[in-house]
């Protein structure tokens, strides 16, 4: 077995300008990288019948599935939403590279769809919570297949507040895109077909 040491890193920018020649995902913390693991195939289903529904409302362009890397403050420095949805701006900004800078305007919305386990549960719930809350991204959905809901957090302010904990027959409600998007929350699940 042969045993590959990973760089350290000093900065974002250095981290920026690695490149292993993979398609793995890593996020960065404390200067270390840790390959992300790939997602369960319901979550990819769920995000992909998301992405479907945003690409009806945005266009094909403005919706990212989890390949998009997102600069954070704190530990990582970088997170990878399971669904992001971009501005207009964000279309050639991305064209080099997947990465939204915390120079760059904020992404609209990212949702995140919860894994198994209580250490994942309470890193979409607080961890990236804070972190999405602190780039000032408006919109930030949390996806609860162990429940089968959404929670659904606008930002005010700098604050998230809930705009809903949406389950079963409920429609889901966006801010930003509440006359546009019309599922409820069952079909996200597959529950109805």
């Given at each position: 077995?042969?045993?590959?040491?990973?760089?350290?890193?000093?900065?974002?920018?250095?981290?920026?300008?690695?490149?292993?020649?993979?398609?793995?995902?890593?996020?960065?913390?404390?200067?270390?990288?840790?390959?992300?693991?790939?997602?369960?195939?319901?979550?990819?289903?769920?995000?992909?019948?998301?992405?479907?529904?945003?690409?009806?409302?945005?266009?094909?362009?403005?919706v990212r599935g989890h390949g998009l890397?997102?600069?954070?403050?704190?530990?990582?420095?970088?997170?990878?939403?399971?669904?992001?949805?971009?501005?207009?701006?964000?279309?050639?900004?991305?064209?080099?590279?997947?990465?939204?800078?915390?120079?760059?305007?904020?992404?609209?919305?990212?949702?995140?769809?919860?894994?198994?386990?209580?250490?994942?549960?309470?890193?979409?719930?607080?961890?990236?919570?804070?972190?999405?809350?602190?780039?000032?991204?408006?919109?930030?959905?949390?996806?609860?297949?162990?429940?089968?809901?959404?929670?659904?957090?606008?930002?005010?302010?700098?604050?998230?507040?809930?705009?809903?904990?949406?389950?079963?027959?409920?429609?889901?409600?966006?801010?930003?895109?509440?006359?546009?998007?019309?599922?409820?929350?069952?079909?996200?699940?597959?529950?109805?077909?």
């Amino acid at each position: 077995m042969m045993l590959t040491l990973l760089p350290r890193f000093e900065t974002f920018e250095e981290y920026m300008s690695y490149d292993d020649n993979s398609e793995k995902l890593y996020e960065l913390f404390n200067g270390e990288l840790i390959e992300v693991p790939p997602e369960s195939g319901w979550n990819v289903e769920i995000a992909n019948f998301l992405l479907l529904k945003f690409a009806l409302v945005v266009g094909y362009r403005r919706v990212r599935g989890h390949g998009l890397e997102l600069e954070v403050r704190g530990e990582p420095k970088n997170r990878y939403p399971d669904l992001t949805i971009i501005g207009a701006e964000h279309i050639q900004q991305l064209s080099k590279r997947n990465t939204i800078r915390l120079s760059m305007a904020p992404p609209l919305l990212v949702v995140e769809i919860v894994s198994p386990g209580e250490i994942q549960r309470d890193r979409d719930y607080i961890a990236k919570r804070l972190q999405y809350q602190d780039c000032g991204i408006p919109e930030y959905w949390i996806v609860e297949p162990k429940t089968q809901s959404i929670l659904v957090l606008e930002l005010k302010g700098d604050t998230y507040i809930e705009v809903g904990n949406f389950a079963g027959d409920d429609l889901v409600v966006s801010p930003q895109f509440k006359a546009d998007l019309n599922f409820k929350v069952a079909e996200v699940f597959g529950m109805t077909e």
